[in-house]
């Protein structure tokens, strides 16, 4: 395998999946603490970033911390995917990712994200393209097809080896399934029967022994956790309790807080840290209260007094 797959730990080959508004710098950190091997970045519009937009720019934020990181980018013409490769692949990062996996519909529209499951001629241009404009390894990450009737991950897959990618993700539900019903095995063994380059696993991995489990019966590189590592980054971690106690779930969202604020100068965003904030206490007897009071908080100073203030009373108990 070429970097950073060679890097990726066979004891423990979990990785954190690109999820937009999510899967930024401080959130990233704080998985990789908790043992992610390798960790994605919020999906990169190639229009905005050629453009050098501000919102754009701010996603590119890494440090050496993180290491090995991806970054993805989404779009739909070749040319552009092309030109905002460049520009990611003169970033202190270890691989880029081209996005043909998101459902949400105004990405979907435009032909981007899970679209090109239906398009394999564009979706070779576009990774084509990226490969050639980037001397950083190049990975794919796909769905299982566009709806129940179209199921092409193992064709789209060698597409893109072809192409010159050197990984491929597959997130086993179709774009019409979007986040629900069950995980398609099949469709993840007959890719990685398709081609040579590794092959990593997405969808509905909530735990780690979950994880560890998949690991062993399909066989594949490695396991990609988005939703269930929200509020939750031990899921990484296969010597921390998955079902922790109300004071190490206090002590994680304070390294969260940290980390935002180190890294989200001048303040970090109170939406996306109440976001994260309340997942933190899901599944837990105070959890809904808990919520209701994070969702009251008007501003970030205070969303952090409130957070600090249960932290006393969690570790005075």
């Known amino acids: 395998m070429i970097f950073p797959f060679r890097a990726i730990p066979t004891k423990n080959p979990f990785i954190l999946a690109p999820m937009a508004g999510c899967t930024d710098l401080p959130f990233r950190l704080l998985c990789k603490e908790h043992g992610a091997c390798l960790c994605y970045s919020e999906m990169i519009d190639c229009h905005g970033l050629v453009a050098q937009e501000e919102e754009c720019l701010g996603l590119l934020r890494t440090t050496v911390a993180e290491q090995?990181?991806?970054?993805?980018l989404y779009g739909c013409d070749p040319g552009m995917m092309g030109e905002a490769a460049a520009i990611l692949a003169g970033l202190p990062i270890a691989c880029i990712d081209i996005n043909m996996g998101c459902p949400m519909e105004k990405i979907v529209q435009k032909g981007s994200g899970a679209a090109l499951m239906k398009n394999p001629r564009l979706a070779e241009k576009i990774i084509a393209s990226v490969c050639n404009n980037s001397p950083k390894p190049v990975t794919v990450k796909i769905r299982s097809g566009w709806n129940q009737h179209t199921i092409n991950a193992?064709?789209?897959?060698?597409?893109?080896?072809?192409?010159?990618?050197?990984?491929?993700?597959?997130?086993?539900?179709?774009?019409?399934?979007?986040?629900?019903g069950p995980i398609d095995h099949r469709a993840i063994l007959q890719t990685m029967e398709n081609v040579s380059i590794p092959v990593f696993a997405n969808g509905d991995i909530t735990s780690h022994e979950q994880g560890v489990a998949l690991l062993k019966k399909l066989g594949c590189a490695g396991v990609m956790i988005g939703r269930a590592a929200l509020g939750a980054p031990w899921i990484f971690s296969g010597a921390v309790n998955q079902h922790p106690s109300m004071a190490y779930r206090v002590k994680a969202l304070l390294r969260h807080l940290e980390l935002a604020e180190t890294y989200l100068a001048p303040e970090p965003n109170l939406s996306k840290i109440r976001n994260h904030a309340w997942k933190y206490f899901r599944g837990t007897t105070n959890g809904p209260a808990i919520r209701k009071q994070i969702d009251?908080?008007?501003?970030?100073?205070?969303l952090r007094t409130f957070i600090h203030n249960l932290a006393e009373r969690v570790f005075r108990q």
């Open 296 to 302: 009251a908080a008007t501003s970030y100073p205070e």
């Open 154 to 180: 193992p064709e789209i897959a060698k597409i893109a080896e072809g192409a010159g990618a050197q990984a491929i993700a597959i997130h086993a539900r179709t774009w019409s399934d979007g986040f629900t």
């Open 68 to 72: 090995p990181v991806a970054m993805q």
